[in-house]
């Protein structure tokens, strides 16, 4: 798997950039000093709750693709994941006084929809590999970023553990190194050309980046 692991090496290099804008991203040090209107907090689980039942339907797509891949059971296991999340994101939004209602009729802004948007495309375009690599790079980014947010909301903001439950499942996600690197290195081996493996990881950066904007424009909202 020498070659995987370079490729990824490459990637990681070549992102290091934007990694570094999520690692310090203005929204969870926002948080952290508890100057995020409370009104303004419910920006996330509104629009996580549209970007969740999309993904949820991007990868019951990629099960079907890829379930005869090595890839099937990581894949079944991040659809069970998506699944259970939900729920942990309806805590959450009760916790802000936000309805089932409150969540489907909540209106989205492109900025804070276009991860879903790219997680749907690549479940309809791009090779196991490329998902993957995206997947690898992208997951420890997003974990870190809800982690941070679990814990300034519990300290500034009167939130209980079960209350965080949806962003501590992220924040808590285990190391899938093991798994994405034979994925990865089949892809190369079958002719997946590494541009396209940077391309992906590039994608799911920028998008998660956009996210994150777009929840800091929701906090400074009038």
Same mark, same amino acid.
């Given at each position: ?8 090496? !490459? =990637? ?10 999520? @690692?310090?991203?203005?929204?969870? &040090?926002? %948080? #952290? $000093? ?47 994941? !998506? =699944? ?10 009760? @916790?802000?006084?936000?309805?089932? &209602?409150? %969540? #489907? $009729? ?117």
């Amino acid at each position: 798997m020498k070659r995987a692991t370079e490729v990824v090496k !490459e =990637i990681s290099q070549a992102l290091r950039a934007v990694d570094e804008q999520l @690692r310090h991203h203005p929204y969870p &040090e926002a %948080l #952290e $000093r508890g100057e995020v209107p409370v009104n303004a907090l419910r920006a996330f689980p509104g629009t996580q709750y549209h970007v969740a039942t999309s993904d949820l339907r991007s990868m019951g797509m990629m099960v079907q693709r890829f379930g005869h891949t090595p890839a099937r059971g990581f894949l079944n296991g991040i659809l069970q994941g !998506e =699944i259970a999340a939900l729920e942990g994101l309806r805590v959450m939004a009760r @916790r802000l006084g936000m309805t089932q &209602e409150d %969540l #489907e $009729r909540y209106e989205v802004t492109p900025e804070g929809f276009a991860y879903a948007t790219n997680m749907a495309w690549m479940a309809a375009n791009v090779s196991v590999a490329e998902l993957m690599v995206g997947i690898l790079v992208n997951f420890p980014a997003w974990g870190h970023t809800c982690g941070r947010m679990s814990r300034a909301l519990r300290a500034r903001y009167g939130f209980t553990e079960q209350e965080t439950v949806f962003l501590d499942a992220f924040a808590n996600m285990p190391p899938i190194e093991d798994t994405a690197l034979p994925i990865i290195q089949e892809g190369l081996d079958q002719g997946v050309e590494p541009r396209l493996l940077h391309r992906a990881a590039r994608f799911f950066q920028a998008y998660e980046k956009m996210f994150w904007d777009a929840m800091m424009a929701a906090a400074r909202s009038p």
